[in-house]
Every structure is written in structure tokens, then in C-alpha cells.
């Protein structure tokens, strides 16, 4: 695919055509994807796609940004967000004010803009809306270094991780749920012609229109860790759909949104809609903006990522909308076995010190038989593993350079108390240290590593521990009587707290089904037997669903036909006489 920023203009109606030319063979594909669950992507991982100084382009581009206004052009503004003591503002965890400052806005006249500009968006058909979000993608693509450090300066990403989760897998993720949306609303034809004999002598004759029609205003409320790449399923996926989008992003990560907001806007302008369409909301300090949008009437969608008291706030009090929720997830690895002692310890360092364990799929809980564990090296005992661990852990962030393009920065310092509160003892004997990392360029960067704490499943308190989430680089090194023991605390551990995904190193069959089944059961995603350079924490988009929507860590799953298909109904126009 040609990387390109050129625009053309709307020309008697005739850019929505361009469009759909343009990206036919884009969503041709993708469609294939979905179904056969192969590799593809048209969005390359590699910055050297995007030009040999990409990563520093992207800097400076975004730099042209910071410390600036970014009016979006909206109705209804009535204040200014951030910077300032009272307003807010963004802080990069890698230590620098942003500086940005965005319109506020009055939802008393947002949202009926917003509905205003739903008819002729809705009249399009699914085929030019299609078109259209992948013409916004096309564009955030080609800016792709300036998101990836967007994402790095708001979320703490790695450049690794700001470069894949903050741009390019974000847009395959938008693109994935457009190309569902597609499939969906072409399920029925757009009309057909019904006939039905009623006598040798007349026919009753029907024609049949099948309209795809939008829910309403959908708002997206997003998170601080991964803004883009969980925003994206339900932005894209309502749009698709038909229904205008309001953005109310994270007080910490608001520029990721931002600029998306942007470039959708502008985009839905040149092909001749009501801009209105895609909305950004950020909010002053303390508003709880989040709840008044999310039970206003007009909100008939709700897509939020984020914590699970907030999840079951939303779907207890905005019972005007499907509310769609990805929430807290406490992962678990049992190791039981293995064919590769040093090539597992690797994998398992590396997916507990990726973007400081801050990932929603990252292993919390490695289960450990207290007899310990098989290998090719011989039998290893629990502390061994522990301790072995922990040498992995050394090779693999023992330079502060190269730690900290595998960590990132923290968050922010609700996550530093974890690490603290760990390191104390307060939890459990800590079996591996956590120490600090001078990042190079970053001086006021808070950089950590994994800090694990040994406990015991048979005591009382270690299991009210491990049986909530440490969201950071914490990882839990959990004494298990056996085998079947890990199995039916996986289970358990799913069931009350909710996982997005699950680990296996065994060469045991019996192990291996074993633990297939508890995960079946308990709704969630299985590894096994992971080594290399693939690991638990990773999610391939139209390959993987991310979620399952059967445990307590979310409804909804990235990304199915169920999380598009409840975003629009269908509605039929019958006319007498044979004419759809």
C-alpha cells in the first residue's frame, strides 16, 4: 500500500466514489482476514517504512504540537482544558509538561449537533462509510511516527511499543472493526423482490429495502495505558456503523484522541459530511464528565476500557445504552514442565518486563508447583525457578538503555506504591528485587523493574493477593500443591477477578487438556508453551479475539461480529407493487 497524504477533493459528490476505488481492495482484504484468521496487515511495524528519520519525524512533528492550543472546531465550546492548575494538563510519564490546551465544550449543545449530523451519515450506506474511516486510517497511518510519540510522552510506552500499540496495531484494530461492520450490515441485501402465489391467477408482489440503522450518539471514554489501540475497535466500529462518535479520552492521554479526532474530522469534511460526526470532550479536573455523558439520552453506545468498578458503574446506571467494556484481568502461568528451561525463562522475563507489566494481558500470577518443575537441565525446585527467574530478569534489563526500551516508564505513581508496597515485604518474601533505571535521555523518567514476590496458595492472605490485580511490575511467584491445584486456581481466579489470557508450559497431555478445559470454561484466551520471540502478552489483529466477554474482565470482544452488530438495527421498507 502507497503511503501517501494526498487529498482530493469532493467534487459534485464524486469523493465518496474516490474513496471507495481507493480502498476497495483494503477491506476486499481484510474481510478475507477476519474469516480465514491468517497474517495480513496493510499497516507496516517497521518505521523504516515511514522514512529513514521516521522516529525523529515523528518527534518533531509532534513537538510543532506541544505547548499549543488545538481547536478542533467544535460547537458548544465554553472553557479551555489544561494547562493550568485549575484546567488540568497532560504530563508525559517521561517527565515534561505538554502543554496542550483544548476546547471544553457544553454538552447541552454538542450532543444535538452531533444528532443532527446522523441522517445524511446513515444515508450513505455502509459501503461509503466504510470507505471513509479507512480513508481516516490511510492518513493517521502515514503520520504514524508522530501517534507513536503521541503515545509515548502520554502513556510511557517503550519506542517498540509506542510504534506498534500507539499506532500501526491501533489502526489495524480500527481497521479489523471496520471491515466487521462491513460484513454485518452486508449480511442482508439491500433489497430483494418477494413474490407468493395466491391463486392459480395472482401473485402478491413485494418490493423490499433493508436499511442499516445507527443506535445513536456512541461514546468512547478512554484509558490512559493504551488510548488508541483499545479506543479504536469502538470508534471505528460505531462510525462504520453509522453513528456519531464523541470522544471523552483519559485526562492523562488526551492527545492520541486528540489528533484522531482531528484527522477524522477533517477527513468526514472533505468528503462532504457534517463533521459534527466525531467529537472530542475533554474535561477539567474533577468533572466526571464520564458519567453525565454516559447516562445523557442521547448516548445510545458506550465503549469503555479501564477499571471494573468503573465498567460495572457504567452498565448499572447507562441503561439507555449498550454499554461495551473491557475491565481489570488478573493473568496466570502455570509452569509445570518444559522442553526449553532457559528459552522458557527468557520468554517469561521478557512478557513480565514488557511496558513494566502495565499491559492488560500481561502475567501476574506464575503458578509453581512447591515440588517443583521438570526440565531438559534436570528437575528445578521452586526457589530455583524463582531464582532462576531472576537471572533472566538481570540478562535481559541488567543495561539501563536497553531496560528501558523493553520497559517504558510507569504510568504514574499509583504505580510506583505497587512496586514500593511489594518491595516492603508487605506482600510476601520478595524473591527477585525491583530496582531503578536511569533512563538516558530522560532523567525524570520513573523506570522499574519486575519485582517478584514468592506466596503461597495454601495461605489464607496470599490468596486475598493474588486474587486481585497489581497492575505494574509486580509479578507474584505462587506456590501450588500440584498440577491439578494451578488448573482449579486458574479457574477460579478467572471466575472472580476475570483474565484475558492464560499460560501453559507442560509437557504433560494430560496437563495440557487439563487446563484447556478450565479455560474453556472460564471464558478465556490459553498460550502454551511459549518460546522465542512470541509471547502471552501479545494479541494478533484478525487473527486473535481479545477478550471473550465471559468473565468478570469484560463484555465485549476485540473483535467479533457481536461488537458490531449490536450498533445498528435493521429496519425494512415494503413497497406493493415489485419496486425495492
Known amino acids: 500500500m502507497v503511503r501517501t497524504t494526498e487529498r482530493v477533493s469532493p467534487t459534485d459528490n464524486a469523493f465518496p466514489a474516490l474513496l471507495i476505488d481507493r480502498h476497495r481492495k483494503t477491506l476486499e482484504r481484510a474481510l478475507t482476514a477476519i474469516r480465514t484468521r491468517e497474517h495480513w496487515s496493510p499497516y507496516p511495524e517497521d518505521t523504516r517504512a515511514y522514512g529513514s528519520g521516521a522516529a525523529a519525524d515523528g518527534e518533531a512533528s509532534l513537538r510543532a504540537v506541544l505547548g499549543r492550543p488545538m481547536d ?53 450506506g455502509p459501503e461509503v462509510r466504510a470507505a471513509v474511516c479507512l480513508e481516516i486510517l490511510h492518513r493517521i497511518n502515514a503520520r504514524s511516527p508522530e501517534f507513536a510519540a503521541a503515545a509515548a510522552h502520554t502513556s510511557g510506552h517503550n519506542p517498540v511499543m509506542a510504534f506498534h500499540a500507539g499506532a500501526v496495531h491501533a489502526q489495524d484494530r480500527g481497521l479489523e472493526a471496520v471491515a466487521y461492520a462491513y460484513a454485518e450490515q452486508s449480511r442482508l441485501p439491500a433489497g430483494a ?28 471514554v478512554g484509558n490512559s495505558v493504551f488510548p488508541a489501540w483499545n479506543g479504536y475497535p469502538g470508534l471505528f466500529a460505531s462510525l462504520a456503523t453509522g453513528n456519531p462518535v464523541l470522544v471523552k479520552p483519559h485526562p492523562a492521554a488526551v492527545l492520541p484522541l486528540a489528533l484522531t479526532v482531528q484527522q477524522a474530522r477533517e477527513v468526514l469534511a472533505e468528503a462532504g459530511f457534517d463533521p459534527d460526526l466525531v467529537c ?71 512478557s513480565v518486563s514488557l511496558y513494566s507489566g502495565q499491559l492488560c494481558t500481561s502475567p501476574q500470577n506464575l503458578l509453581i508447583p512447591r515440588g517443583g518443575v521438570a526440565t531438559d537441565e534436570g528437575h528445578k525446585s521452586y526457589d530455583e525457578v524463582v531464582a532462576d527467574l531472576g537471572a533472566a530478569l538481570d540478562a535481559l534489563l541488567g543495561d539501563d538503555r536497553e531496560a528501558c526500551d523493553v520497559l517504558g516508564a510507569l504510568l ?64 507474584l511467584a505462587v506456590a501450588v500443591d500440584s498440577a491439578t491445584a494451578a488448573v482449579d486456581l486458574v479457574g477460579e481466579t478467572t471466575r472472580t477477578c476475570g483474565a484475558l489470557s492464560v499460560g501453559l508450559y507442560s509437557v504433560s497431555p494430560e496437563v495440557e487438556t487439563a487446563m484447556e478445559d478450565a479455560c474453556l470454561e472460564a471464558g478465556v484466551m490459553l498460550s502454551t508453551n511459549l518460546t522465542g520471540d512470541w509471547y ?13 466477554g465471559m468473565n468478570p474482565a469484560g463484555n465485549a470482544v476485540l473483535c467479533d461480529g457481536a461488537f458490531v452488530a449490536e450498533r445498528f438495527r435493521t429496519v425494512v421498507v415494503r413497497r406493493y407493487g415489485g419496486t425495492p
Open 280 to 350: 472530542l470532550a475533554p474535561e477539567y479536573p474533577g468533572e466526571g464528565l464520564a458519567k453525565r455523558l454516559g447516562t445523557a439520552a442521547e448516548v445510545r453506545l458506550v465503549d469503555y476500557s479501564g477499571r471494573t468498578a468503573f465498567a460495572d458503574w457504567l452498565r448499572e446506571n447507562a441503561r439507555q445504552a449498550r454499554v461495551f467494556t473491557a475491565a481489570s484481568a488478573v493473568n496466570s502461568l502455570l509452569v509445570e514442565s518444559t522442553r526449553d528451561y532457559r528459552d522458557m525463562l527468557a520468554n517469561l522475563a521478557f
Open 412 to 475: 504514574g505513581p499509583e504505580v510506583l506504591s505497587r512496586v514500593d508496597l511489594a518491595m516492603s515485604g508487605a506482600l510476601g518474601p520478595v524473591g527477585v528485587p525491583s530496582r531503578a533505571v536511569r533512563h538516558p535521555e530522560h532523567p525524570d523518567a520513573v523506570v522499574r523493574t519486575p519485582v517478584v514476590v514468592k506466596l503461597d496458595a495454601g495461605r489464607e492472605a496470599d490468596r486475598e493477593t493474588l486474587l486481585a490485580e497489581w497492575l505494574g511490575p509486580v509479578c
Open 193 to 220: 423482490r418477494w413474490r407468493k402465489p395466491q391463486g392459480p391467477d395472482r401473485t402478491v408482489d413485494i418490493g423490499k429495502r433493508f436499511r442499516a440503522v445507527p443506535r445513536g450518539i456512541s461514546l468512547l
Open 72 to 124: 478542533l472546531g467544535q460547537p458548544g465550546r465554553d472553557g479551555t482544558v489544561g494547562p493550568g492548575p485549575d484546567r488540568g494538563g497532560e504530563r508525559s510519564p517521561y517527565g515534561t509538561e505538554l502543554g496542550v490546551s483544548y476546547p471544553h465544550h457544553d454538552p447541552e449543545v454538542l450532543l444535538p449537533a452531533m444528532t443532527a449530523a446522523l441522517p445524511a451519515w446513515r444515508d450513505a
Open 536 to 548: 502471552i502478552s501479545q494479541s494478533a489483529v484478525y487473527s486473535d479475539l481479545h477478550g471473550t
